[in-house]
């Protein structure tokens, strides 16, 4: 008798177990062979994890694939995994891709995890000959890695994107979305490979995760809420940017970000806010904390600019008219390559303030850096540069 009730509790146990645990859909069971071009697979794997009631994860086991781009969209009946253990290769001419502007795109989900040791490798070698933004202001769109779009409630673990032929990582209009343990490799001189740019989202979390490429380490755009940005290591590349912003004048505001224990090493900048002069954009920036954070040999930093303006396409006649408030910039240690390692220039329109700096100790060729400023007036506690009029 006890045996039978013992039983029938191992039986319900284990019953109970299969159903949170869900269905487990190996891309191979859908055709998804090594060496081949694995898009009508993972699409099979994922119109049935999309329909399933209980949670699903689809598996592209170690071994080497070709991807010509997927475009998957919610809204699906129960949470999704993907883990991707395998190589996942691109196709290197951006023509032979089926993609629209990202390679690997998602939309309108709810609990989508990505996780495992996988690479998803751009093949961007070709695509950056072709990249001649900097000079055509109507250059062609490169393919990014990776696009979310109006995700929510998640996770981006582990995984590698290698050499997008644009940026690695678009995340646009997503809530509660975190990368942890995330790793971008690209070469320091691939042009616009921002390793991961977030748009018009709310509480994205970009933890312990390592990012090398060409362009911003993790740039943030308007209409960002709640960003935070620990343990990352930067390098090399441009570093950490609020912006460009003030381009447009249907840009919201931005609000909210932590950027702490973050390590930059041979980037452009560490920190960077850049707004646009003579443009109509408006907005505030506000609550921007920048908290222990180390310097290796980093061109600028910790810089505003709010007279942003590369490749001096643009006119500095009128100032920026984007306010920027609240920045508190807290225990920053490390090498300058310049001898400005502070630069703080604000906007002769809308002068920056509550900026204060507590601790910032940055040396220049073994001498302290300066800070170089304009229209602000940083309150200065501990050890920190006193502010030298920009000229
Ligand atoms: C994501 O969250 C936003 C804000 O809460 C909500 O409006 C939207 O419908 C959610 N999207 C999905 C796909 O759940
Ligand atoms: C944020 O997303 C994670 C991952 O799906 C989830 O565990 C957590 O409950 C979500 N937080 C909120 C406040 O919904
Ligand atoms: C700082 O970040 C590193 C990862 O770069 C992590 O290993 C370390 O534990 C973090 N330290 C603190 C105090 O959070």
Redo the contacts with the bound molecule.
């Keep these: 008798m006890t045996l039978i009730i013992a039983k029938i509790i191992v039986f319900l146990f284990l019953a109970n177990f299969d159903t949170t645990q869900g269905a487990v859909l190996d891309i191979k069971a859908f055709g998804g062979a090594p060496n081949s071009n694995i898009r009508q697979a993972f699409t099979s794997a994922w119109t049935q994890a999309c329909a399933s009631t209980t949670p699903a994860k689809i598996v592209i086991p170690a071994g080497t694939y070709q991807l010509t781009g997927i475009d998957v969209k919610g809204p699906c009946k129960a949470p999704i995994e993907i883990q991707v253990d395998g190589t996942i290769k691109s196709p290197p001419n951006p023509a032979d891709i089926k993609a629209v502007t990202q390679w690997v795109k998602f939309g309108y989900l709810d609990?989508l995890t990505i996780s495992g040791k996988g690479v998803f490798d751009g093949l961007g070698a070709t695509a950056w000959k072709q990249n001649d933004c900097h000079k055509n202001k109507n250059c062609k769109m490169l393919m990014m890695n990776f696009g979310f779009n109006f995700v929510n409630?998640?996770?981006v673990r582990d995984i590698t994107s290698k050499d997008s032929k644009n940026f690695h990582v678009n995340v646009l209009a997503c809530n509660?979305f975190?990368f942890e343990g995330f790793k971008v490799i690209a070469p320091d001189e691939s042009p616009n490979t921002d390793g991961i740019h977030i748009g018009k989202s709310t509480d994205v979390k970009v933890l312990n995760s390592n990012i090398g490429t060409g362009d911003d380490c993790v740039s943030i755009g308007d209409g960002c809420k709640k960003i935070t940005i620990q343990g990352v290591n930067c390098g090399p590349g441009h570093g950490i940017s609020v912006g460009s912003l003030g381009k447009y004048d249907t840009e919201e505001p931005v609000e909210g970000l932590l950027v702490k224990n973050c390590t930059f090493t041979k980037t452009d900048n560490g920190v960077r806010i850049k707004t646009w002069p003579n443009t109509p954009g408006s907005i505030t920036v506000t609550d921007m904390k920048f908290e222990d954070l180390t310097m290796n040999n980093v061109r600028n930093p910790i810089i505003i600019d709010q007279e942003y303006c590369p490749w001096n396409h643009c006119s500095k006649e009128s100032p920026s008219k984007i306010k920027i408030s609240k920045v508190s910039i807290k225990n920053v240690k490390g090498t300058s390559k310049s001898k400005e390692g502070v630069i703080l220039i604000c906007s002769r329109g809308v002068p920056c303030e509550e900026v204060d700096m507590t601790n910032v100790d940055l040396t220049f060729n073994g001498a302290p850096a300066i800070a170089k400023c304009a229209n602000v007036k940083p309150v200065i506690k501990g050890k920190a540069p006193a502010c030298v009029a920009s000229a």
């Design positions: 609990r409630n998640s996770i509660n975190t």
